[in-house]
């Protein structure tokens, strides 16, 4: 049973390009979290989508940032027009369909670096 | 707005000493409590969770949950040198929409040998 699996593990875009970071969950789990780490600090929660449904972008910025988690294939968090406050690492978790105790599990991450 | 607090440390502790690992949480609808470790560089990796009031052991882990005082702990008996990490608190909010997971900023723990 594959973990959760990001790619790519290393990305360097130019300030203004696009940037596409893909996250497939674990076998049979529906929720995708995604969250983004900048050096020495904690992680910030950015978004959580269930298939198909965005539940909670409340911490992904306004503008430049979007995700979806289609009915088939992985989840994709884009960022448009990158700056170089954008460079960090992006991490990706997912769990089951809710009950209580269920954890996340984490994919080895992205990390976005911005020239 | 709901929040997860850790001291940030670095916490120090000489080798084969306990290290204690403190969290309090703000929602008291949060069901579940996750400990996670991350080693630099790496992604974070679960350790331990617990739902029920009390403690919760686990090899040289203790996780220990009080929910009347909103808190939640972790326990490092022996610790090693490789325990030297940053350990994340989770809290696990369910709410109309499904749940969440919402993470303290995380505590860096430093085993001296």
């Known amino acids: 049973n594959a973990g959760v699996m990001q790619n790519p593990r290393h990305l360097v875009r130019r300030r203004g390009q696009e940037a596409r970071l893909r996250c497939s969950p674990m076998k049979g789990h529906s929720h995708v979290y995604w969250y983004r780490q900048l050096p020495e600090e904690g992680l910030k929660f950015m978004v959580y989508?269930?298939?198909?449904?965005?539940?909670?972008e409340s911490g992904m910025p306004k503008e430049r940032f979007s995700a979806e988690f289609p009915k088939e294939g992985p989840s994709i968090l884009r960022i448009q027009q990158v700056v170089r406050g954008d460079s960090a690492a992006y991490f990706c978790a997912s769990s089951p369909a809710g009950r209580s105790g269920t954890e996340a599990f984490f994919g080895q991450g992205t990390r976005l670096t911005v020239v | 707005q709901k929040e997860v607090e850790q001291n940030s440390g670095p916490l120090s502790v000489p080798e084969g000493a306990i290290a204690s690992l403190n969290c309090t949480y703000s929602d008291r609808g949060s069901q579940s409590f996750f400990w996670y470790r991350q080693y630099s560089g790496k992604s974070p990796e679960l350790i331990m969770f617990?739902?029920?009031?009390g403690d919760k052991e686990d090899g040289r882990f203790t996780a220990q949950l009080n929910k009347a005082s909103q808190y939640v702990s972790l326990l490092i008996r022996d610790s090693q040198p490789s325990d030297s990490a940053t350990y994340l608190c989770a809290v696990n909010i369910r709410d109309n929409y499904g749940q969440n997971f919402v993470f303290g900023p995380g505590t860096r723990l430093s085993v001296l040998p």
């Open positions: 617990i739902y029920s009031n």
């Open positions: 989508l269930q298939k198909e449904n965005i539940i909670d």
